[in-house]
C-alpha cells in the first residue's frame, strides 16, 4: 500500500480515523474528499483511489485502511486538529455536546498531549459525566462552557488547512500552558 508523501496527509488521514471511530463524521463526507481530490489530480496518489472506492466496504474496513496508511507512529498534530474539528462542528451545531464530551475523552486516552492539555481533557470529561448524570456537581451549562474555552485553543486548525497544521501546532504548547494557568482551578 502506498504511503502518503507528507506529515501533513498523514496527520489529516489520521484526523479522518479518529472522527470515524468516534463517530463525528460521515465515511460519505472523507470519500468526497477523496473523489475531489481525484478530480484535481493528474495522477492521484493509489491510497487516495483506495480511499475513494471504499464505498461499499463497511465502516471499521475504512478505519482499517486508513490505519494501514497512517502506520504506527501518530502525529500528535491530529488530535489537536480533532479539537479544532470539534469546536468548529460543535459551534456550528453539528455535534452535540455529549458526542464532543466523548471525543475529547477517547482523545485523551488514545492520543498524545500535554500534560495541560491532558489536565482539562480529564476535568472536561468528568464534569460533563457528572453534571450530565445529575450528580450535583456543576451543570451542563457548565461544562458545555469548559468545552468551548478549551476547543477553541485549537480553531485554527481546519481539515482545509492541512498544510499549515505543522505551524499551528507550533504555538499550542504556549497556549495550552496559558490557559491551564488562567484556568485550572476555576
Known amino acids: 500500500m502506498q ?5 501533513e496527509t498523514t496527520a489529516l488521514l489520521e484526523v479522518f480515523r479518529i472522527c470515524l471511530i468516534n463517530s463525528i463524521m460521515d465515511k460519505q463526507q472523507i470519500i468526497a474528499r477523496a473523489d475531489k481530490q481525484i478530480e484535481q489530480e493528474a495522477e492521484p496518489p493509489y491510497y487516495i483511489i483506495e480511499l475513494a472506492l471504499s ?22 498534530m491530529s488530535g489537536r486538529a480533532v479539537l479544532g474539528y470539534l469546536y468548529q462542528h460543535y459551534t456550528a451545531n453539528n455535534l452535540s455536546l455529549r458526542q464532543v464530551a466523548n471525543t475529547i475523552y477517547w482523545l485523551g486516552v488514545h492520543c498524545e ?74
Open 3 to 7: 504511503q502518503p508523501n507528507s506529515a
Open 55 to 76: 464505498g461499499s466496504k463497511n465502516i471499521n474496513d475504512t478505519i482499517s485502511i486508513l490505519h494501514n496508511l497512517v502506520g504506527e507512529d501518530k502525529p500528535q
Open 113 to 186: 498531549f500535554s500534560e495541560e492539555e491532558r489536565y482539562f481533557m480529564h476535568s472536561i470529561d468528568s464534569e460533563y459525566d457528572l453534571a450530565a448524570d445529575g450528580y450535583g456537581y456543576g451543570s451542563i451549562e457548565e461544562a458545555k462552557k469548559q468545552i468551548i474555552r478549551f476547543t477553541a485553543l485549537y480553531e485554527a486548525f481546519k481539515l482545509e488547512n492541512a498544510h499549515q497544521w505543522p505551524e499551528i501546532d507550533k504555538a499550542i504548547p504556549e497556549s495550552a500552558q496559558a490557559f491551564y494557568q488562567k484556568f485550572k482551578y476555576q
